[in-house]
């Protein structure tokens, strides 16, 4: 996986079951995981690549900078 030039290492897990499949995108270094739901005839091909996207936006949104939280008045 590359993303904003950092190399890291993915698993990917298809699970079919009847009409749809499951896959499942795994960062090797954190175990974040995201799943990505559709057909099976997809599940090589456009559902890997949504799997991916979505772990790609999960590991960029855990390393973004937080604001700080408001204050009561």
């Known amino acids: ?3 904003q030039g950092i190399d890291r290492e993915v698993i ?3 699970v079919t079951l009847g009409g749809f499949a499951k896959v499942t995108a795994v960062d090797v270094k954190t175990g ?3 799943c990505a739901f559709g ?3 997809a599940a090589n091909g456009p559902l ?3 799997a991916l ?3 790609e936006k999960l590991l960029e949104d855990a390393t973004a900078p937080r604001p700080s939280p408001g204050r009561f008045a």
Do not use: D, Q, Y
């Open 32 to 34: 974040v995981e995201a």
């Open 39 to 41: 057909p099976p005839e």
């Open 48 to 50: 890997r690549v949504l």
């Open 53 to 55: 996207r979505k772990l």
């Open 12 to 14: 990917f897990e298809t």
């Open 1 to 3: 996986m590359t993303g």
